[in-house]
């Protein structure tokens, strides 16, 4: 078999969860109804946060791109498992893998990301109530979002040209129901060891920068409150 042929495999089989074609149906059912109700839930938060007035403020802002990060988070994995349920042939073509692959990435650290701008919003209006307005203005909101969404999409980048990079050879079998990167990277012969470091280092601090950003400031909430009187705290 030539290089060419080990570099490019046409296609990846994706397991799923179960391979019992009994489970297929309720599989399909189950994963269905989950699925409109995570859609319906999150486009009613954000028809709910435009249509009112009153909730036009950086908490809510935040809460309706966070939804929207959710659908779209969502359906990059459930549409093709979906149709893999049903389907005999539960193949995913290369391209279409490491297409999932990224959104999936940029969507979930979106979502991480999102959560700690939601945090910093309630750390400046519960610990600087006089300095929220200035501090949480539009332009101000409007950065935190364009910084999540940069960081994301070049987080995700990184780890699929990475992917992209390595040789597959012998099995193209994914033991997953979507193309995650460390089940792919199980089916490469060639070295994977960037694919590793860069997992460890650059993914761990991608993971754990909004994660202790949370953390902070609700452990800094806490202590304020903490310290308010008890009848007024």
Known sequence: MGMSNLTRLPEFILLGLSSRPEDQKPLFALFLIMYLVTLMGNL????AIRSDPQLQNPMYFF?????????CYTTVI?????VNFLSEKKTISYAECLVQMYFFLVFGNMDSYLLAAMAIDRYVAICNPLHYVP???????????????AF??????LHVLLVNRL??????VIHHFFCDVNPVLKLACSSTSVNEVVAMTEGLVSVMAPFVCIVISYLRILIVVLKIPSAAG
Not at 44 to 47: G, H, Q, T
Not at 78 to 82: E, F, I, T
Not at 167 to 172: D, E, G, K, Q, R
């Open 135 to 149: 501090v949480m203005n539009h332009g101000h909101c409007m950065l935190l979002l364009a910084f999540s969404t």
């Open 152 to 157: 994301s999409c070049l987080h995700s980048l």
């Open 44 to 47: 009613l938060i954000i028809l």
């Open 78 to 82: 459930v549409p093709k498992m979906l």
């Open 63 to 71: 809460l309706s791109i966070l939804s929207f990060a959710d659908i």
């Open 167 to 172: 040789t597959f050879c012998a099995s193209n």
